[in-house]
Every structure is written in C-alpha cells, then in structure tokens.
C-alpha cells in the first residue's frame, strides 16, 4: 500500500477537505446558473430547484422536514413553495399526521418541471471532461456523504 492509500491524520484530512469544501460552494453556484441560463422562461431557480427535486425523490413533505432534509430555515423553504405554487409546480394537501403542517406535493406540472431540469443537469454533467472513473467518482460521493454526515451531527434539528 502506497503513502497515497494511508488514512490521512486529522490535521491533514482538515486541511485537504478544505480544499473540497472551498470547491463545492462555486461548483454548486455555477451549475445551477448554468441550468438556469439553459432554460430561463421556466424560472426555476435553484431554491425551487431543490424543493421540486426534494418532492420527486421523497414523495409528499411538510415545510419543515424540508428544511431539515437540506439544512435551510423554514422560512426559506416556505417562500420557495410559495413561489412553486404561484407556478402550479405544487400544491398543499391536509396532512393525517398534523393537522398544522400541510404536506406539500408535486403537481403534474411540477413532475415534468423538475423532470425537464434534471435532463438540462444531466446533459450539463455529461461535458465534464477528464476521463473521471467509476472508482474516482464513488470516491468523491463517499467523500462528500462523510463531509454531510459530520456535520448533520451539529445540527439541532
């Protein structure tokens, strides 16, 4: 096993992981206005974006477990179903659970919303050049998903 295949110490592993983490906030900011610049008379902007996709994977949510799912305030949240309903992209449903905590579900329209920008970031993710490899981009994924986990640790929520 090479040197590049030791466990870092807790010092080093810092410092390297601020070099990915100094990446991720302008990596993330440029793909979505990229995705956005793609397509602008949708308007889906990247709030939305994550609100729509948040509904796509995990079926109907209330305004808080969204928040708590991507670590945002539940004003934040709230304003962006706002703006999606004033799209027609979601609609509020009673919730059996609480009666105060309305779910917030896709409309069909939302369905083919966020489908329509996700095939705009899959075409988008597919330019990326440097012949990355299966093993190189689990690594990555393996990488960031510690980078989550530790720091959901500190949340209150």
Excluded at 52 to 80: C, E, K, W, Y
């Amino acid at each position: 096993m090479s040197d590049i295949d030791e466990p870092l110490s807790p010092d080093e592993l810092g410092h390297r992981l601020t070099t990915v983490f100094d990446l991720v906030g302008p990596l993330y900011r440029r793909a979505a206005r990229k995705v956005e610049q793609a397509e602008p008379m949708e308007g889906v902007s990247a709030g939305v974006r994550a609100v729509l996709n948040l509904l796509r994977v995990h079926g109907p949510m209330t305004v808080p477990q969204m928040g708590r799912d991507q670590a945002i305030s539940r004003q934040f949240v709230q304003r962006m179903v706002n703006e999606a309903a004033a799209r027609g992209w979601v609609e509020s449903v009673p919730n059996p659970a609480h009666q105060r905590s309305s779910l917030i579900r896709l409309t069909e329209t939302g369905r083919s919303t966020i489908t329509q920008v996700l095939g705009r970031e899959h075409h988008l993710m597919r330019q990326v050049g440097g012949s990355l490899t299966e093993a190189e981009v689990r690594a990555c994924v393996r990488v960031l998903t510690e980078m989550v986990r530790t720091f959901e640790q500190g949340d209150p929520d």
